[in-house]
């Protein structure tokens, strides 16, 4: 069975530095053609992809927030770490991480993990 | 703006069958056969309910398919259901740059 989970603080204060944890059982980052990424949701509003890794340490962003965004995996504990600098009030949203997998293409992300919800404000 | 457009709500009866659009371009959609889809029932996490376009993950019900036509794809929900009522996203692969798009967003409701 393959689960994820987020973890993190569920408050920051505008320009801070945010890091949220993906803890994943049931698969490994070092198997070919996975990857762990990042998504996001504002309340009431629609998914936001941000950032993925995969097996072989390849890396993507978001155009719009690469700036703003780090991510990286440590296979031997099984979590992929995102951080997000300059946290503003209009980062505040559910931050879920997922499984990705590149089969001949970057493909769909499943299963999801719960969610994690953050909320900037000073 | 979402990158991929997606209509904002669509409704049907008990047994009916909706179709959900999701239009991109060339660039995402029309270029590569990576389009998957999600459920989300208020408060959850998505699901995933199709990918690669027409592929259905194992445990996913029949009355759940998928297609494209140039750069819209499309979900179609058959004999709808009470469970059903949710909202969808589509995603894509989007090229080198963004890499990955979702949709808006669409909100099904079973009357």
């Known amino acids: 069975q393959i689960t994820l989970k987020e973890s993190g603080p569920t408050l920051v204060k505008p320009t801070q530095t945010l890091t949220l944890t993906c803890t994943f059982s049931g698969f490994s980052l070092t198997t070919g053609g996975v990857g762990v990424g990042w998504i996001r949701q504002p309340p009431g509003k629609a998914l936001e992809w941000l950032a993925v890794?995969?097996?072989?340490?390849?890396?993507r962003y978001s155009p719009s927030l690469k700036s703003r965004l780090t991510i990286t995996k440590d296979t031997s504990k099984n979590q992929v770490v995102l951080t997000m600098t300059h946290m503003d009030p209009v980062d505040t949203a559910t931050y879920y991480c997922?499984?990705?997998?590149?089969?001949?293409?970057?493909?769909?992300?499943?299963?999801w993990g719960q969610g994690t919800r953050v909320t900037v404000s000073s | 703006q979402s990158a991929l457009t997606q209509p904002a709500s669509v409704s049907g009866s008990p047994g009916q069958s909706i179709t959900i659009s999701c239009t991109g371009t060339?660039?995402?959609?029309?270029?590569?056969?990576?389009v998957s889809w999600y459920q989300q029932h208020p408060g959850k996490a998505p699901q995933l309910m199709i990918y690669e376009v027409t592929k259905r993950p194992s445990g996913v019900s029949n009355r759940f398919s998928g297609a494209k036509s140039g750069n819209t794809a499309s979900l179609t929900i058959s004999g709808l259901q009470a469970e059903d009522e949710a909202d969808y996203y589509c995603?894509?692969?989007?090229?080198?740059?963004?890499?990955?798009?979702f949709g808006g967003g669409t909100k099904l409701t079973v009357l």
């Open positions: 060339s660039s995402d959609v029309g270029s590569y056969n990576v």
């Open positions: 995603g894509s692969y989007a090229g080198r740059v963004p890499f990955w798009v």
């Open positions: 890794i995969y097996w072989n340490d390849d890396k």
């Open positions: 997922a499984r990705s997998q590149w089969i001949e293409l970057p493909d769909h992300f499943a299963p």
